[in-house]
């Protein structure tokens, strides 16, 4: 379960560095290049390098899960995640006009697998750590033969 946790977790990094970065060192270029930005005009400068920040301050939470998978990091990690990534999944869906059908498909399978992903993780991390407890207690894990 460690390492489905792992990769979840690098995964959803992996995201939050690209999309943080790009948005916090050049907003412009993020704004007219990243696919289906350009249709919820207009572009703030102000609020593209903010979102890009604070997607940033997400990425380095999710890092310091991942380099310590245990499930007092990964679970404030990864639903500080989900926090964001649920209702900007609702956005998205719920705003496709302008959209091709394929950037509409493209756009809601992204949003919605990143945001499910970031859910799966945090209820991963605490059944193994539930597990795990569980076993380090003699007697309180149920016996399957019983």
Same mark, same amino acid.
């Given at each position: 379960?460690?390492?489905?946790?792992?990769?979840?977790?690098?995964?959803?990094?992996?995201?939050?560095?690209?999309?943080?970065?790009?948005?916090?060192?050049?907003?412009?270029?993020?704004?007219?290049?990243?696919?289906?930005?350009?249709?919820?005009?207009?572009?703030?400068?102000?609020?593209?390098?903010?979102?890009?920040?604070?997607?940033?301050?997400?990425?380095?939470?999710?890092?310091?899960?991942?380099?310590?998978? =245990?499930?007092?990091?990964?679970?404030?990690?990864?639903?500080?995640?989900?926090?964001?990534?649920?209702?900007?999944?609702?956005?998205?869906?719920?705003?496709?006009?302008?959209?091709?059908?394929?950037?509409?498909?493209?756009?809601?399978?992204?949003?919605?697998?990143?945001?499910?992903?970031?859910?799966?993780?945090?209820?991963?991390?605490?059944?193994?750590?539930? =597990?795990?407890?569980?076993?380090?207690?003699?007697?309180?894990?149920?016996?399957?033969?019983?």
């Amino acid at each position: 379960m460690t390492v489905f946790i792992r990769v979840g977790l690098a995964v959803l990094l992996l995201d939050e560095l690209v999309v943080g970065g790009w948005n916090a060192i050049a907003p412009e270029s993020f704004y007219r290049n990243f696919p289906t930005v350009d249709l919820t005009p207009p572009f703030s400068e102000h609020y593209a390098r903010d979102f890009g920040g604070a997607t940033l301050g997400i990425a380095l939470f999710l890092a310091i899960a991942f380099v310590l998978p =245990r499930a007092h990091f990964v679970v404030p990690a990864a639903l500080a995640f989900s926090i964001f990534s649920v209702p900007h999944f609702l956005l998205h869906v719920t705003h496709l006009e302008g959209a091709t059908v394929g950037e509409a498909i493209a756009l809601t399978a992204a949003n919605a697998t990143v945001a499910l992903l970031g859910i799966a993780v945090v209820l991963a991390a605490i059944a193994r750590d539930r =597990r795990e407890r569980q076993q380090a207690v003699p007697g309180s894990a149920v016996d399957p033969s019983a």
